[in-house]
């Protein structure tokens, strides 16, 4: 940190989305004066998206919660010590511990996944507690790519990413990176380098059923129908089957099944899929040939493929054609990052991996655990539906189920009927409006920042941490603290010192990390010195990662305190080809077709229909929301923001005109909107932002609450319209009606 007789200013990793951008941080005392792009740092090098430069906004809201809240009698909250509320957690969750164990459920959000804090204590409580009832928003809009990684590669975190600064054809599949900054792919400053990749004589081409803020840089646009990807992608393999287009001499020699895959796809010409993909046979084939011609190639899925009917078979499909091509482990194709903190994808295998999906069932509806958590789906009825087992408990941390998950109506049920709620949360909003105990975190400024699971999404290993702008005020706990204290509770150990607890923490990961590095564990305590909590952790794992310094033997090897003396990163170079050793399978190959999913081309098959004349609505992107949470510190700036978009045929055929106000009826649901006519949507898709619908009694959120928005989670089907495979909900491609709403609904 500099220091100035005016000003201090000192480095941070913005922490808010995947991007991970680099800034500086200007303090006036406590107080953020001021955010800028670092135009030093090695990952960003100067870019930061609106978000992050609001970064002071969301730190000085005033309706952040600073002091611990208690319910009251009358169900209004009071202002509490940390005392008061931790002996109020202590009188009550207990009993959902010991009595019943298993019958508290977590949820945490995504804002957890960017901290240290949860990234290492969250599984102390989920042990203490005893409870596989583990819910976040991967359920939602990730477990499709996951599983589909887990099947080919045998991890659900290590994924392959796009060699984006080396490619010369990226195909993205629904994706907006120009308006989200990437998702489940860490590449700051995406517009600068999709322009360097068209600048150096590469393609970009976008399958989606907007004309999004990236396809109007891209080369070629693709209108697909929603939720047809997967249809789309052996339209685009079968021409490369057919035209003996893939590259076997680029193929990794652990690849199984390729004739087998090829001869799948070889039934879905691209006549026989287009009809459905609603798009022109032609640019099927036009993709196939430019994918398969070039000299290196990269397929990239998100949300759009994952959040939709087929998405596993999708997110499947984008691996196989990138495998079939010869892009896989090479640069400019698909290629796996070397996190300097270490994880699934690096530490040795010691044992046969097993796939961390379906080792566990719900206990309701019997859907299928992945990586450790059940479908968010799950959520509502396990909590609203009598019998042994049932959740009766609930921690949130850093998350609005509330407006996150799908069927809005029953999750608000279902809260309400919670005997006892503990929220860490820094707002009283929808979800935490139904808490017992509110336990807010301290300022961001005040952690350290090293993204671990983020790290594994980097198209370039670059390894970076940030300090503590600031100590902790008197009043305030870390996030790690509280957790610990929970923990502590549910054990039944309540007046144990945090730090012997964090103490018990350290000697387990020093015994991992001494392992790992090959040394005594005596010499790996040692070497991480004074350090305590978070970053203790952190040490160990940088020492025993893949850059360690192996705990002193190495002198030039990574440790935190390199990370501290270089605020701007360490640059470990793009990424290398890592196969066969980052691989997790059970026999340590790729099958192209596993049985898992070539079980469900059938269903496929049968949606090889001329589409209905129907309404599809489909999700949305906004350049400064973060799913539910910004909203109140970082509103929208223009007042459509969450309008139905229509186009204009689709507009005129109901009778609609600019500014109309409808109800859009789904078969769960039904909810009021101002439409816009926007041109950008193919025919039949109408279209609208998720997480909004700041309303109801007791928030604290007034700016949220002043443009509350249209709720889209209350349209989507948490029962009867799940992706087949991993239970997620179908969140793209909801049949719904438009109607005005002087009309009848129906």
Request: proline share 8%.
């Amino acid at each position: 940190m500099t220091t100035t007789s005016e000003r201090r200013v000192g480095h941070r990793i913005c922490p808010l989305c995947e991007s991970t951008c680099g800034l500086l941080v200007e303090l006036d005392g406590r107080r953020i004066s001021g955010v800028a792009p670092n135009p030093s740092d090695l990952m960003s090098a100067g870019h930061s998206c609106a978000k992050g430069l609001g970064l002071g906004r969301i730190e000085g809201d005033p309706d952040r919660i600073r002091t611990p809240l208690l319910r009251t009698a009358e169900g209004d909250f009071r202002e509490a010590s940390w005392d008061e509320a931790f002996a109020e957690i202590n009188r009550r969750l207990p009993e959902f511990v010991s009595g019943d164990p298993g019958s508290c459920a977590i949820y945490h959000g995504n804002p957890a996944a960017h901290h240290l804090d949860a990234t290492f204590y969250l599984g102390e409580l989920i042990a203490a507690l005893g409870t596989r009832n583990i819910y976040s928003p991967a359920s939602v809009d990730t477990w499709p790519k996951n599983l589909a990684q887990m099947l080919l590669y045998g991890t659900g975190l290590g994924l392959t990413l796009p060699d984006i600064d080396r490619t010369d054809y990226l195909l993205i599949l629904g994706s907006n990176p120009l308006v989200s900054n990437g998702s489940t792919v860490t590449a700051p400053g995406m517009e600068g380098r999709l322009r360097a990749l068209r600048e150096r004589g590469g393609t970009v081409v976008v399958v989606d059923p907007v004309r999004t803020r990236t396809a109007e840089v891209a080369d070629l646009h693709v209108p697909i129908r929603p939720g047809t990807d997967a249809l789309f992608l052996l339209g685009v393999l079968s021409v490369i089957a057919t035209e003996g287009l893939t590259r076997p001499d680029r193929i990794p020699a652990v690849v199984d099944g390729l004739e087998e895959m090829l001869a799948l796809a070889s039934d879905y010409v691209p006549s026989a899929v287009a009809q459905a993909c609603g798009i022109d046979v032609e640019l099927i084939t036009a993709v196939a040939r430019g994918f398969a011609n070039a000299s290196a190639a990269v397929a990239h899925s998100r949300i759009g493929t994952c959040m939709q009917e087929f998405g596993t078979l999708a997110n499947w499909l984008v691996e196989v054609l990138t495998i079939v091509t010869g892009n896989l482990d090479r640069p400019g194709g698909a290629m796996f990052s070397l996190p300097a903190a270490g994880g699934q994808n690096t530490w040795p295998v010691t044992r046969p991996p097993k796939l961390m999906f379906d080792r566990w069932r719900s206990r309701v509806r019997d859907l299928p655990e992945a990586m450790g958590e059940l479908p968010a789906v799950c959520f509502a009825e396990e909590i609203l539906t009598p019998g042994p087992g049932r959740t009766r408990a609930l921690i949130t941390l850093a998350g609005n189920p509330a407006r996150s998950l799908p069927n809005s109506d029953a999750i608000e049920k279902a809260l309400d009927a919670v005997e006892f709620m503990v929220s860490v949360d820094c707002y009283l909003n929808e979800t935490t409006r139904y808490a017992d105990v509110i336990l807010p975190p301290p300022p961001l400024v005040t952690r350290g920042h090293h993204d671990v699971t983020l790290s594994h999404f980097q198209i370039r290993n670059v390894a970076r941490y940030t300090p503590p702008l600031l100590e902790l005020a008197d009043d305030e706990l870390s996030e790690w603290q509280i957790l610990l204290r929970l923990a502590a509770i549910a054990k039944g150990t309540p007046d144990r010192a945090v730090e012997e607890l964090d103490d018990e923490v350290a000697a387990v990961a020093t015994r991992r990390a001494a392992k790992l590095a090959g040394c005594d564990p005596e010499q790996a305590l040692r070497a991480t010195g004074s350090r305590r909590g978070p970053d203790r952790l952190l040490d160990l794992r940088l020492r025993s990662g893949p850059y360690g310094d192996r705990f002193d033997v190495d002198s030039g090897g990574l440790t935190l305190a390199l990370l501290e003396a270089n605020p701007n990163g360490i640059d470990y170079g793009p990424l290398t080809s890592r196969i066969p050793e980052v691989l997790r399978t059970p026999n340590g190959r790729i099958n192209l077709t596993p049985d898992m999913i070539t079980a469900d081309l059938p269903r496929l098959r049968e949606s090889l229909r001329p589409p209905d004349d129907g309404l599809l609505l489909i999700n949305r992107r906004q350049r400064r929301g973060m799913n539910t949470w910004l909203h109140n510190a970082l509103p929208q700036p223009d007042s459509g923001q969450c309008a139905l978009l229509i186009g204009p045929a689709d507009a005129a055929q109901r009778g609609l005109v600019d500014g109309d106000r409808v109800a859009v009826a789904s078969q769960v649901a039904t909810v009021s909107a101002e439409i816009r006519i926007d041109t950008s949507l193919r025919p039949g898709v109408v279209s609208m932002p998720h997480g909004w619908g700041h309303d109801g009694r007791g928030l604290r959120t007034a700016a949220a609450a002043s443009a509350p928005g249209t709720n889209y989670n209350a349209l989507v089907d948490d029962h009867t319209q799940l992706e087949a495979l991993t239970a997620s909900p179908i969140f793209n491609g909801v049949p719904v009606s438009v109607t005005r709403m002087d009309e009848e609904y129906h």
